[in-house]
Nanobody, 124 residues
Framework: QVQLVESGGGLVQAGGSLRLSCAAS????????MGWFRQAPGKEREFVAT????????SYTDSVKGRFIISRDNAVNTVYLQMNSLKSEDTAVYYC?????????????????WGQGTQVTVSS
């Protein structure tokens, strides 16, 4: 059983930056693909970014390409999401997730473990 704990959320002005962290425990971190998802009020949870087990394969949703960077450090069992040039539409609860799957990795149902989420609020 893998436990995931996100941190780093908060309130930031539009154009600002935040760095989210997700610490994993209870499993072999390097065995899992990691992903970030977000859910805004009244909307469905959506894919943001994903990174393969070794970090060699990365994907982003189009709306964050060029602004967000996902990375991982398997030595400290942590995945990160650096968020730059934040916009009001980035406001959401951000979740990290771990997947054993290697296909359809932008789909939330492919992820086996989830964190509790961290709130990101971007003021305009």
């Amino acid at each position: 059983q893998v436990q995931l704990v996100e941190s780093g959320g908060g309130l930031v002005q539009a154009g600002g930056s935040l760095r989210l962290s997700c610490a994993a425990s209870g499993g072999t971190f390097s065995a899992y693909r990691m992903g970030w998802f977000r859910q805004a009020p009244g909307k469905e949870r959506e894919f943001v970014a994903t990174i393969s087990r070794t970090g060699g394969r990365i994907s982003y949703t189009d709306s964050v390409k060029g602004r967000f960077i996902i990375s991982r450090d398997n030595a400290v069992n942590t995945v990160y999401l650096q968020m730059n040039s934040l916009k009001s539409e980035d406001t959401a609860v951000y979740y990290c997730a771990a997947a054993s799957a290697t296909v359809e990795v932008t789909s939330s149902y492919r992820y086996d473990y989830w964190g509790q989420g961290t709130q990101v609020t971007v003021s305009s």
